[in-house]
């Protein structure tokens, strides 16, 4: 295995590069590159993770790891002005060009950008919905701690969504590192099983020559006092 230069533009297929790769962590102009490749390539796993949200008028929702915000934009017009979506980005490069693609959004009060991290989320507790966040959890530096940290800021009976890249059974493909995409979604549910979640559905949609694996989470209905 080659490990990628610092500054380079791979594709982060390895985990462990991957918080330094421009995927999972955009910078300078070869970030927006990346940010603008996301914004063009990840539309179906995007579009996966929207319909497994089952989003409604009127939702709150929260996207970790926004990237470009393409995503988030449909969202909040899915939801209409009643609703709000808050991103979060740990790169100030995908965070700026959220805000952009947000822009109209912003103004009107519908939408807000925030610089943050999985696991340390600027949120109160119960204040969302609904959160997803799609080709991301294999770049959180503490995946433990930011599912705790997303059970916190969901309602009861809040709804997750994790979509990764995946190579289907029939599929040699090792795009992005999709050969990994289901052990990842099988640390995610394991991870979101101890941080009290309970897991809703864990399925596939055709994405092209590869899958969107979809975890679906939701946390318990109601909050007993101890
Ligand atoms: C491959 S991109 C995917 C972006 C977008 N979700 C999409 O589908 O196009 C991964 C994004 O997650 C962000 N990210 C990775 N780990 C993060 C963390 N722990 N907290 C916040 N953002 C994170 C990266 O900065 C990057 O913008």
């Known amino acids: 295995m080659t490990t990628p230069k610092t500054?380079?533009?791979?594709?982060?297929?390895?985990?462990?590069?991957?918080?330094?790769?421009?995927?999972?962590?955009?910078r300078g102009w070869l970030g927006r590159l990346a940010l603008m490749s996301m914004a063009w390539?990840?539309?179906?796993?995007?579009?996966?993770?929207?319909?497994?949200?089952?989003?409604?008028?009127?939702?709150t929702v929260?996207?970790?790891?926004?990237g470009p915000g393409v995503s988030l934009r449909k969202v909040a017009r899915l939801i209409?002005?009643?609703?709000?979506?808050?991103?979060v980005d740990y790169s100030s490069a995908a965070v700026r060009m959220a805000r952009h693609k947000l822009h109209w959004m912003i103004h009107r009060g519908r939408a807000q950008v925030l610089r943050a991290s999985a696991e340390t989320l600027p949120f109160e507790t119960g204040q969302f919905d609904k959160a997803y966040a799609v080709n991301s959890f294999q770049f959180w530096p503490?995946?433990?701690?930011?599912?705790?940290?997303?059970?916190?800021?969901?309602?009861?009976?809040?709804?997750?969504?994790?979509?990764?890249?995946?190579?289907?059974?029939?599929?040699?493909?090792?795009f992005a590192g999709a050969q990994g995409g289901w052990d990842r979604v099988e640390?995610?549910?394991?991870?979101?099983?101890?941080?009290?979640?309970?897991?809703?559905?864990?399925?596939q949609e055709p994405a092209g020559k590869l899958v969107a694996a979809i975890a679906i989470f939701e946390t318990p209905a109601c909050v007993v006092e101890g």
């Open 187 to 203: 640390r995610a549910v394991e991870a979101a099983r101890q941080a009290g979640f309970t897991v809703v559905d864990v399925t």
């Open 142 to 174: 503490k995946p433990q701690e930011a599912l705790v940290e997303l059970a916190r800021v969901l309602k009861p009976g809040g709804r997750l969504v994790i979509v990764q890249r995946s190579a289907g059974p029939d599929t040699t493909s090792d």
């Open 80 to 87: 209409g002005p009643g609703g709000f979506v808050s991103g």
């Open 41 to 59: 390539k990840n539309g179906r796993y995007n579009g996966a993770a929207r319909d497994a949200l089952d989003l409604q008028a009127g939702d």
């Open 7 to 26: 500054g380079s533009l791979s594709i982060a297929g390895q985990d462990e590069s991957g918080p330094r790769s421009q995927f999972g962590n955009p």
């Open 62 to 66: 929260l996207e970790i790891g926004c």
